[in-house]
Nanobody, 121 residues
Framework: QVQLVESGGGLVQAGGSLRLSCAASGSISSINTMGWYRQAPGKQRVLVATITSGGSTNYADSVKGRFTISRDNAKNTVYLQMNSLKSEDTAVYYC???????????????WGQGTQVTVSS
């Protein structure tokens, strides 16, 4: 079993900052790409940012220059630093990780439970 636990969401005023964390635990051999997705009310879940085990990053155009994804491989944890927040960033943010449990089983995607981020204007 693999669990992803997110923390750090909350209510913030426009222009403010928040830092999300997501820690993976359980039967983990290794973790490949980790990432953050978000889902606004009435909309589909969309990619925010991803980071490979080697540190290569990818961002949605809407967050480039404002959000920074990072990870601590020793702690199996991924972070999302969100600056200059806008009302349109309001959503439930989900952590995702591609986890290798054993070398004979291909990587599997795991999701966190989600954390609410609300930006007031």
């Amino acid at each position: 079993q693999v669990q992803l636990v997110e923390s750090g969401g909350g209510l913030v005023q426009a222009g403010g900052s928040l830092r999300l964390s997501c820690a993976a635990s359980g039967s983990i051999s290794s973790i490949n790409t980790m990432g953050w997705y978000r889902q606004a009310p009435g909309k589909q879940r969309v990619l925010v940012a991803t980071i490979t085990s080697g540190g290569s990053t990818n961002y949605a155009d809407s967050v480039k220059g404002r959000f920074t994804i990072s990870r601590d491989n020793a702690k199996n944890t991924v972070y999302l630093q969100m600056n200059s927040l806008k009302s349109e960033d309001t959503a439930v943010y989900y952590c995702n990780a591609l986890v290798v449990v054993t070398t004979i089983i291909p990587q599997q995607p795991y999701w966190g439970q989600g954390t609410q981020v609300t930006v007031s204007s």
